[in-house]
């Protein structure tokens, strides 16, 4: 049974938008701190974005401003504004359950979790 599953990438100029989305089967993980993260070629997969479920977002430095984490509860699907995207932030997208560090959901940890979807890609030229 697949639980998360993600859309929304593609291909822009820097600059440009994305809208990201994620729909979440799974009722445990939806009530709890949700997360986007992504992967670079070569390298670890990070935390972007949380939204824990009191609505408190939580995002990566390096996209404040420019990315918006946001749910739809009628619909179970976690979206990933994307805007004034550049070079660096091409990556592989995946949502999943997000992971609290000094008791806030922060996207600064990655917790034990295993059954990812299969991702989006972003690909931003510059």
């Known amino acids: 049974q697949v639980n998360l599953v993600e859309s929304g990438g593609g291909s822009v100029q820097a600059g440009g938008s994305l809208r990201l989305s994620c729909l979440v089967t799974d009722a445990f993980i939806w009530r709890h701190c949700l997360a986007w993260y992504r992967q670079a070629p070569g390298k670890q997969r990070v935390g972007v974005a949380t939204?824990?479920?009191?609505?408190?977002?939580n995002y990566a430095d390096s996209v404040k401003g420019r990315f918006t984490i946001s749910k739809d509860n009628t619909k179970k699907t976690l979206y990933l504004q994307l805007d004034d995207l550049k070079p660096e932030d091409t990556a592989m997208y995946y949502c999943?359950?997000?992971?609290?560090?000094?008791?806030?959901?922060?996207?600064?940890?990655?917790?034990?979790?295993?059954?990812w979807g299969q991702g989006t890609q972003v690909t931003v030229s510059a």
């Open positions: 939204l824990d479920d009191d609505n408190t977002t």
């Open positions: 999943g359950p997000g992971a609290y560090l000094y008791n806030r959901c922060s996207p600064r940890t990655i917790p034990q979790f295993s059954d």
